[in-house]
């Protein structure tokens, strides 16, 4: 999809890297399926099946995950005519619109392409943001969606959904497996799936989470540059990340299982190495496991961003 977004050449050499290398486990982890399994037919049917389900419906299940529905003008015009503005800003067409009653104050993208796009946020971010920052989180949503990371991540996910499957099916296959020294045989068999498996999650969900921190400093940078103002994106990053404390747990927990798509993590500090403003700094081990870069780093990349188009502190 053409827009005036600006092309970022790094995210879409990261993006095919990454895609390019969850392929070659895919290769290995299908050759494990079709050992066990004996049958490729089989195993083609299943990851055609389970892949389809997740391209075609993961911006069904996010938004009744979010409990959200979409919304029309007349429900939302603040919200739909931000959007028609920097839809014509950056020439690109518009997503549909649904909000989520929740007092967490986020935003994510979602759908398999821009034709089917949907852009959600929260009564939550509405209530907290002015329209100036309103439209950094904005712009930043629709970068996802012109840089058509939304579905490169939909896919690349899909390969952690595989590999739990294919333990599932190594556990089953040993469950039913016969006697004697047949017993023996399905037991290195079924070893032999789950060790891949995990080793091929574990290595995908390392490349997703890099390539997720990485297309959120992009989506960060397109959007400062589109409506060129970064101290006003920086703004309602502050502002949003540190209401999250002041959050009901369970709003925190519905949307926890989102934190890869939405705009900033929905646990500032949590068992999946989450960290918020006011945490410090994040050891490197910690940072592998978070789907976002640090408060900090975002800030001090929109500096550098607001530094070079020459923003003033007093516009």
């Known amino acids: 999809m053409r827009s005036r977004f600006v092309p970022d050449r790094q995210l879409t050499v990261r993006m095919v890297t990454v895609v390019f290398l969850l392929g070659l486990l895919y290769v290995v982890l299908a050759a494990v399926l079709v050992a066990v399994l004996k049958s490729a037919v089989l195993v083609l049917l299943i990851a055609v099946a389970a892949l389809a389900g997740q391209y075609w419906y993961s911006d069904r299940v996010a938004l009744l995950a979010m409990r959200a529905r979409d919304v029309t003008p007349e429900e939302e015009p603040r919200l739909h005519g931000a959007v028609d503005r920097l839809c014509a800003l950056a020439d690109m067409p518009k997503p549909r619109l649904a909000l989520a009653d929740t007092e967490l104050p986020n935003a994510f993208a979602t759908g398999r392409n821009a034709d089917h796009a949907v852009l959600c946020v929260t009564t939550g971010l509405l209530r907290r943001l002015e329209g100036e920052e309103l439209d950094g989180v904005l712009a930043h949503e629709l970068s996802h969606i012109a840089h058509r990371d939304v579905a490169v991540m939909t896919v690349a996910s899909f390969l952690g959904v595989l ?69 006003a994106l920086a703004s309602a990053l502050v502002k949003v990340s540190g209401a999250a404390g002041r959050i009901p747990t369970k709003d925190l927990r519905t949307a926890q299982a989102f934190n890869a798509v939405l705009f900033v993590p929905a646990l500032t500090a949590g068992p999946d190495g989450e960290t918020g403003p006011g945490s410090g700094p994040v050891p490197l081990f910690a940072r592998m496991f978070m789907t976002h870069p ?15 188009l020459g923003e003033s502190s007093d516009s």
């Open 163 to 231: 590999a739990g499957l294919a333990v599932r099916v190594g556990f089953y296959s040993g469950l039913v497996g016969g006697r004697g020294r047949r017993d023996q045989n399905t037991a290195m068999i079924v070893a032999a799936v789950v060790a891949v498996s995990a080793a091929v999650y574990a290595i995908s969900f390392l490349l997703i989470r890099a390539l997720s921190r990485y297309r959120e400093l992009a989506a960060d940078r397109s959007a400062a540059e589109l409506t060129g103002r970064p101290s």
């Open 294 to 308: 640090s408060l900090e780093c975002r800030l001090e990349a929109l500096a550098q961003v607001s530094t070079r």
